[in-house]
């Protein structure tokens, strides 16, 4: 992962986190914007796939009062 990527969410709380990987959920659950993505960052599809996977167990996995 970049740098300033790592940097930028170094500084993020737990919860800010949290908002940002349900996001990235919601972002991979829209087939026209996960292409969208996919394509962006030349990413695999396989891959992305796997992502929002080991994504969405990790969201399920956390207690509702953390989220």
């Known amino acids: 992962m970049p740098k300033d990527t790592l940097d930028y969410l170094s500084?993020?709380?737990e919860?800010?986190?949290l908002v940002i990987?349900?996001?990235f959920k919601m972002l991979l659950a829209?087939?026209?914007l996960f292409d969208m993505l996919a394509e962006k960052l030349?990413?695999?599809d396989e891959m992305l796939?796997?992502?929002r996977d080991d994504v969405n167990k990790f969201?399920?996995?956390i207690p509702d009062s953390e989220l």
């Open 30 to 32: 829209d087939s026209e």
């Open 15 to 17: 919860h800010d986190l």
């Open 49 to 51: 796939i796997e992502l």
């Open 42 to 44: 030349d990413y695999p």
């Open 59 to 61: 969201i399920s996995d």
């Open 21 to 23: 990987l349900e996001g």
């Open 11 to 13: 500084d993020k709380t």
